[in-house]
């Protein structure tokens, strides 16, 4: 006579905790929030690594075995914050360039306030910067309200670190310097610029700045700039 078959039970010890599914053990608390956090880290170092870097690498950096970074290579893979290029080192994925374009709005909104008044108070055309694939991109842009000409500087604007001074605030930045930068024509010919990183916010690299079809008085400016630079902060913080 057949019989039924019987669903398979699992066991556990008596305090040991289970997964949602009821099969095996869960991770504690305490491993995942180590977890997480290793795995954080791993992709800040993997993107303070310009040429990638290696499981051997990161694990050495990390201080765990290469075991437990294939584990976390493996998850992270998955959501597309790594990938492997040609030679088998890790790269940032392209899961990150979603996040962070996510964000984005968030940080424009955060700024717009503080934009608005330097606008206003230097009857430049203010901007905040954000690094993004090596470059500088404009986030957010405004206008001043009471200037018969002004230069307009489009939103999603890309330009190199090394030209125009709100690229050159944010390297500025990297070095520890709150700036200003000035520059003269560098974007555009007859253009002056005065700029500021923003700095104190975690995994930001961004820069306030004026531009202007005239020469700015840096010294005057320049602390209104690095005011509103401050002020972001504090939002954005």
């Known amino acids: 006579m057949d019989t039924a078959a019987q669903p398979e039970r699992t066991t556990s010890r008596p305090g040991t905790p289970t997964n949602r599914s009821g099969v095996g053990p869960a991770a504690r608390p305490g491993e995942t929030a180590q977890t997480l956090d290793r795995g954080l880290r791993l992709l800040h170092l993997v993107a303070d690594a310009p040429d990638g870097l290696t499981v051997t690498e990161a694990a050495h950096r990390l201080g765990i075995g290469r075991a437990a970074v294939y584990r976390l290579v493996g998850a992270l893979t998955g959501h597309g914050m790594l990938r492997r290029d040609g030679r088998g080192r890790l790269r940032l994925g392209a899961g990150l360039l979603h ?34 694939g090596g470059e500088g991109v404009a986030l957010a842009v405004v206008e001043p309200s009471w200037t018969s000409f002004h230069v307009a500087y489009r939103t999603g604007a ?80």
Do not use: F, K, M, N
Request: proline share 7%; hydrophobic share 50%.
């Open 99 to 132: 996040l962070a374009r996510r964000a984005q709005p968030l940080l424009a909104e955060g700024a717009l306030p503080a934009l608005r008044r330097l606008a206003e108070q230097t009857g430049a055309t203010a901007h905040l910067t954000v690094v993004e």
């Open 158 to 237: 890309r330009h190199p670190l090394e030209r125009g001074a709100a690229g050159q605030a944010i390297l500025a930045g990297r070095a520890g310097s709150p700036g200003p930068v000035s520059t003269a024509g560098e974007l555009q010919a007859g253009a002056y610029g005065v700029a500021a990183p923003v700095l104190g916010v975690p995994g930001l690299e961004a820069s306030v700045g004026v531009v202007a079809l005239a020469p700015l008085d840096v010294g005057e400016v320049g602390g209104q700039v690095r005011a509103a630079a401050a002020a972001i902060a504090a939002a954005l913080a």
